[in-house]
């Protein structure tokens, strides 16, 4: 793949649209959940839209693969927000928070600062803000990003309401909550949520 790349270099330079198309079809056919990231990053550096494009779809139809490798938890914090706003990830939400997690602790780590909530929040900055909190269950988000103070208690409350209430009740959040459907299939990747019986205990943030 690294002399793919290469050779895609100098086709751009030299102006060899053959040569550059050719080697992008290479790259694409040749991607996987281990290499798919890096070649994105490449490709968005080389401007290889076709590229750029098969890297994504790839991603979408294999997403917890890709999330589960550790070349995610080091992509730039551009790759991460790409790979957040996409609606047709095929894995459920649960899975793409607890990756955003993952990931924030590591920038923490390369910062050389403390993972706390308040900090892991800065690391992410707007991408915290492509996270689907809404299609949660009630229990994940308890259990996840409450606790973990990455939500803070109003944006828990602000959720909360959003799902239960409607019409003019029904408050503004900043946080999608369209499923995700993806490409080759026909239904939203999504949990079934029901209304619970009681509140949960919001825990005190340190």
């Known amino acids: 793949m690294e002399n793919a790349f290469e050779t895609l270099y100098c086709a751009e330079k030299y102006g060899i649209p053959s040569l550059f198309n050719h080697c992008s079809q290479f790259i694409v056919c040749r991607l996987d959940s281990n290499n798919c990231l890096i070649s994105l990053e490449k490709a968005l550096r080389f401007g290889a839209d076709s590229v750029i494009k098969g890297c994504l779809e790839f991603i979408d139809a294999n997403c917890k693969a890709v999330l589960d490798t550790p070349e995610f938890i080091a992509v730039r914090h551009e790759i991460l ?11 459920d939400e649960n899975t793409v928070y607890k990756a955003v997690e993952r990931w924030a602790a590591n920038a923490c780590a390369e910062a050389g600062i403390d993972s706390s909530a308040e900090n892991r929040r800065q690391v992410l900055g707007k991408a915290l803000y492509l996270v689907r909190f809404p299609l949660l269950t009630d229990g994940e988000i308890a259990n996840g990003p409450l606790k973990s103070g990455l939500l803070l208690k109003e944006e828990f409350c602000a959720i909360y309401e959003y799902l239960y209430k409607h019409g003019a009740d029904k408050p503004h959040i900043p946080f999608p909550a369209t499923p995700r459907v993806h490409l080759l299939s026909d239904h939203p990747v999504r949990h079934a949520r029901q209304r619970p019986s009681t509140f949960f205990y919001l825990p005190r943030r340190r």
Do not use: G, P, S, W
Not at 81 to 91: F, G, P, S, W
């Open 81 to 91: 927000e790409k790979i957040l706003q996409r609606n047709t990830l095929a894995v």
